[in-house]
């Protein structure tokens, strides 16, 4: 069984259709990838199953529930997603960050345990733990959204572009970072306009375009579509 079910997913903004019949699965312990290009409806998706926005028709399961229809129920089941744009509280710091994604966690125990593993990741985020995260740099924001992420103690993460507005050797090492959480045992849902990078970590995918699902399957393979290759890897030469 899945860990994540959507099926026959539609979702309006006004009259515009933004998810049209979408539907997916995420294995426990993958790493699963949506690629597609702007205005796709990549984030409309992630937004739906955090509970954020409301979609017209279709279910979605979590462990073979249906997934609640409020926010803060949706993460107290285990699914937490890392927005797009970061969003941390920049006047709180970094370490406060981090208790904030907490926040529904009642086990102290679990809570320190979950701050040492993200310290574990992101040294960077320990040695600023007392500094105000508005002041962070882009990179260690991401970090510091990530690892917020982690303390919500959630099996499965949702991360919407998480190298967006990245230097290029900070992506490498975001990239890398994501295989780490893998291996702590999370699962990972990765919204990625970065198609190269999102194809080469994860087990699967599925290429999002104007709201509908036009491929799917193994990761490698997609990597060598031709047509993916074309449409969003840039063509050989």
């Given amino acids: 069984m899945a860990m994540l079910e959507v099926h026959d997913l539609n979702l309006f903004y006004g009259g515009i259709y933004a998810l049209q019949g979408v539907s997916l699965e995420v294995d426990e312990g993958q790493i699963v990838s949506i690629i597609g290009s702007n205005g796709a409806g990549k984030s409309s998706l992630m937004n739906a199953i955090s509970g954020l926005v409301k979609y017209k028709s279709g279910e ?21 997603q890392v927005p797009e744009g970061r969003l941390i509280f920049a006047n709180l710091t970094t370490l406060e960050n981090l208790r904030m994604g907490a926040y529904l966690c009642g086990d102290k125990e679990g809570i320190a345990r979950n701050l040492k593993r993200v310290y574990e990741l992101f040294p960077r985020l320990e040695e600023r733990r007392n500094q105000i995260a508005g002041t962070l740099s882009g990179g260690e924001q991401q970090m510091l959204a990530m690892g917020r992420g982690i303390m919500s103690a959630s099996d499965l993460i949702m991360l919407d572009e998480p190298s967006l507005g990245l230097a290029p050797l900070l992506v490498n090492t975001i990239f890398d970072i ?34 509908r699902i036009t491929a799917s399957g193994r990761a490698r393979k997609l990597l060598a579509d031709p047509a993916i290759e074309e449409a969003y890897l840039g063509k050989k030469k």
């Fill in 60 to 80: 979605i399961l979590y462990k073979g529930q249906k997934l609640p229809a409020q926010a803060n129920k949706i993460v107290k089941a285990g699914i937490c």
């Fill in 178 to 211: 994501i295989k780490e959480i893998k291996r702590m045992g999370k699962t990972i849902l990765l919204v990625e306009q970065n198609a190269f990078k999102a194809l080469s970590v994860a087990d699967t995918a599925y290429v999002l375009e104007q709201g």
